[in-house]
């Protein structure tokens, strides 16, 4: 019932900055956690941030906390994650998710297990 595309990923060296989008479109209400994942070869997906639709409460995982931030557009439909001072060991596939909510959670929401409905991914790769 709700689709996401991930924009924005490509190649950058260490130090540098990324913006990622992730547009939201066909869900039924405003009341998603939005998420923002990653997953390097070899390994199981992490989370990285989350944000509530309903209040705009954010959650970082302490691996990214300081460095990356998440934000909600609404009137884009669109949730970003500003990636700043990166590192060879970000070199991931990211991935946005969302999970329907009826009420505003005060959980970290950062495990995939929680979300239903996934984007396609979108490389990022940083050199060193």
């Known amino acids: 019932e709700v689709q996401l595309v991930e924009s924005g990923g490509g190649l950058v060296q260490a130090g540098g900055s990324l913006r990622l989008s992730c547009v939201v479109s066909?869900?039924?209400?405003?009341?998603?956690?939005i998420g923002w994942f990653r997953q390097p070869p070899g390994k199981e997906r992490e989370g990285l941030a989350r944000?509530?639709?309903?209040?705009?409460?954010?959650y970082y995982a302490d691996s990214v906390k300081g460095r990356f931030t998440i934000t909600d557009d609404r009137a884009k439909n669109t949730v970003y994650l500003q990636m700043n001072s990166l590192q060879p060991e970000d070199t991931a596939v990211y991935y946005c998710a969302a999970a329907a909510l009826w009420a505003p959670t005060m959980t970290p929401m950062l495990h995939f297990l929680e979300y239903d409905s996934w984007g396609q991914g979108t490389q990022v790769t940083v050199s060193s």
């Open positions: 066909g869900g039924t209400f405003d009341e998603y956690s």
């Open positions: 944000v509530l639709q309903s209040d705009g409460d954010t």
